[in-house]
C-alpha cells in the first residue's frame, strides 16, 4: 500500500517539520457534527499523522493508523466509524486502489474522508509536491464509488468532503 521509499520521506517530513501531520485544521466543527449526527462513540482516525490531537479534542474512542508513523503504521483494528481527512491526495498512485479497499475493510457504519483538490504547500525531499495524487472532482467521485456507497458531498473552496457508507455485497 505504501513504497518503502515513500515511507521514509513521509517519516523525515514528520520528523523535520512539527507542524506537518498535526490534523484537520479546517475541518473540526464539520467533524464534530459528523459526530453527533452518526452518533459516533468509536472512530479509527486513517491517516492519522502525528495522532495527537483528535484524542484530545474528541469525545469519541480514537483509533490511530498512519503507515508513516512508527508509532500508528500497525494494522488498525475494524471500527465502526472512520475519517480519512486530508489523506488521500497523498497516497501514491499506484497504490490508490488498494488504499481504498483498505479503508473499505476498516468500518462498519459511516465514513467522513476529504480529499485536497490543490497542490500542497509542503514537498518531499525528492522536490516533488507532498499532494502526489490531484485529480478532478468527478475522478475522485467514481474512484470512491468503486469502494464505497456515496451518501453526501460536500464542495469545499479547495477540497471535497464525502460521507460514505460500505458497499452492500
Known amino acids: 500500500m505504501i513504497s518503502d521509499e515513500y515511507k521514509k520521506a513521509l517519516r523525515g517530513l514528520h520528523e523535520s517539520v512539527p507542524q506537518w501531520g498535526n490534523g484537520p485544521r479546517g475541518h473540526i466543527l464539520r467533524i464534530c457534527k459528523w459526530i453527533y449526527e452518526e452518533r459516533v462513540e468509536d472512530l479509527l482516525d486513517y ?53 481504498l479497499a483498505h479503508i473499505a475493510s476498516k468500518f462498519k457504519k459511516s465514513a467522513m474522508l476529504s480529499v485536497s483538490m490543490t497542490e500542497a504547500k509542503d514537498t518531499l525531499p525528492d522536490g516533488r509536491n507532498a ?20 451518501k453526501q458531498v460536500e464542495f469545499q473552496t479547495n477540497n471535497i468532503v464525502v460521507f460514505v457508507t460500505p458497499k452492500q455485497k
Do not use: Q
Open 47 to 99: 491517516g492519522c499523522g502525528k495522532g495527537k490531537n483528535m484524542p484530545l479534542m474528541l469525545p469519541v474512542r480514537v483509533t490511530n493508523y498512519d503507515p508513516g508513523v512508527p508509532e500508528w503504521e500497525a494494522d488498525p483494528r475494524v471500527c465502526m466509524h472512520l475519517m480519512c481527512l486530508d489523506v488521500l491526495e497523498h497516497i501514491e498512485p499506484e497504490y490508490i486502489e488498494e488504499v
Open 131 to 150: 499532494h502526489l495524487l490531484l485529480r478532478p472532482v468527478s475522478w475522485w467521485l467514481e474512484m470512491l464509488d468503486k469502494f464505497f456507497t456515496l
